[in-house]
Nanobody, 119 residues
Framework: QVQLVESGGGLVQAGGSLRLSCAASGRTFSSYVMGWFRQAPGKQREFVAAFTWRSYYSDSVKGRFTISRDNAKNTVNLQMNSLKSEDTAVYYC???????????????WGQGTQVTVSS
C-alpha cells in the first residue's frame, strides 16, 4: 500500500500563488503515476494535473499550475500561480498503477488540503 499526505494549503488572495506538496510512503514511489484532484463544495471531484512520462493539466489550470515530482524525496508538488476564486477547493493527492486507473478513480488518496482564494 501507499500512504499520501498533502500539505501547503491555505488562504491566498486572487492573483497570488501557493505550493502544495504530497509526501508518499509505502511501496516504491517511482512505480506509481501521481496526480492532483480537487473538489469544491457542491461540485464533483475534478482532475487538476498528473505526472507520468509527461505532464497533463486540465484546461482550467493550464498555464497557471505546474506539477513536479522528486523521486529522491518521495514527493509530488503542485505550484499554483495566478490563483482565482474558482480554484477554491479541497485538493487531493492521488496515486495509481497507471494513468487510466488514476483518471477512473485512483488506487490511493491523501486526506486533502484546503485551498481558499479570496477575491
Amino acid at each position: 500500500q501507499v500512504q499520501l499526505v498533502e500539505s501547503g494549503g491555505g488562504l491566498v488572495q486572487a492573483g497570488g500563488s501557493l505550493r502544495l506538496s504530497c509526501a508518499a510512503s509505502g511501496r516504491t514511489f517511482s512505480s506509481y503515476v501521481m496526480g492532483w484532484f480537487r473538489q469544491a463544495p457542491g461540485k464533483q471531484r475534478e482532475f487538476v494535473a498528473a505526472f507520468t512520462w509527461r505532464s497533463y493539466y486540465s484546461d482550467s489550470v493550464k498555464g497557471r499550475f505546474t506539477i513536479s515530482r522528486d523521486n529522491a524525496k518521495n514527493t509530488v508538488n503542485l505550484q499554483m500561480n495566478s490563483l482565482k476564486s474558482e480554484d477554491t477547493a479541497v485538493y487531493y493527492c492521488a496515486a495509481a498503477i497507471d494513468y487510466g486507473t488514476l483518471m477512473r478513480g485512483a488506487d490511493y488518496w491523501g486526506q486533502g488540503t484546503q485551498v481558499t482564494v479570496s477575491s
